[in-house]
């Protein structure tokens, strides 16, 4: 159980270019997604938290216009990286907290290698 | 807010020794500290958790300790194996009932297992 999937696994495209990414909770309802960043051999960096229903809340220092969060349903949340450049060349990847209780774990999707040409 | 230091940055151990990694967390509300194992280009995996309301839990070969007062929490692996080779990430989060709870993580530790 808790599976968390992730698409596309890997995108290159050319800058200017914007790219949607997905993430869907297989098997369980994620109210709560999070969206993290991963420069090669760096730790996980907190973008955003996705809410179903509601807006983004986004952490400090990340452009709100430039990352757009969508969490539309309860399995379902997606980042878009518009006019991508390649500065915004990372590993994305998201992950879905299960359930609502206090420390309930996230589990995470297996990340999306963004290459900006 | 919170700010995870986790050290070493770099462990090798001979198969079969113990492995020691050390966290602390600046935020005494957090009250939530996953653990994480990543292998390259995969995704971050749960090996164990702790709560607040508890110092130390065991699964298997892999324990947690938690010491709220000194604000740090240490991953404990025992009869290291091959296979645990990879990158651990700590983290710490503020959890409440439906609220919000990213996890600010550590830097990493990677954990070389000689053989």
């Known amino acids: 159980g808790a599976v968390v999937s992730q698409h596309p696994s890997w995108v290159i495209c050319k800058s200017g270019t914007s790219v949607k990414i997905e993430c869907r909770s297989l098997?369980?309802?994620?109210?709560?997604m999070f969206w993290y960043r991963q420069f090669p051999k760096q730790s996980l960096m907190l973008m955003a938290t996705?809410?179903?229903?509601?807006?983004?809340?986004?952490e400090q220092g990340v452009e709100k216009d430039k990352f757009l969060i969508n969490h539309a349903s309860l399995t379902l949340s997606t980042l878009t990286v518009t006019s991508a450049h390649p500065e915004d060349s990372s590993f994305y990847i998201c992950?879905?907290?299960?359930?609502?209780?206090?420390?309930?774990?996230?589990?995470f999707g297996d990340g999306t290698r963004l290459s900006i040409l | 807010g919170e700010n995870v230091e986790q050290h070493p940055s770099t462990l090798s151990v001979q198969e079969g020794d113990s492995a020691v990694i050390k966290c602390t967390y600046s935020d005494s509300a957090s009250n939530y500290f996953p653990w994480y194992k990543q292998e390259l280009g995969k995704r971050p995996q749960l090996i164990i958790d702790i709560r607040s309301n508890v110092g130390e839990k065991k699964d298997q070969r892999i324990a947690v300790t938690l010491n709220k007062t000194a604000k740090h929490f240490s991953l404990h692996i025992t009869e290291t194996q091959p296979e645990d080779s990879a990158v651990y990430f700590c983290?710490?989060?503020?959890?409440?009932?439906?609220?919000?709870?990213?996890?600010?993580f550590g830097k990493g530790t990677h954990l070389i297992i000689q053989p």
């Open positions: 098997d369980f309802q994620a109210t709560t």
């Open positions: 983290a710490a989060s503020i959890t409440s009932g439906g609220g919000a709870d990213g996890l600010t």
């Open positions: 992950s879905a907290r299960l359930g609502q209780g206090l420390g309930q774990p996230q589990h």
């Open positions: 996705s809410n179903e229903g509601s807006k983004a809340t986004y």
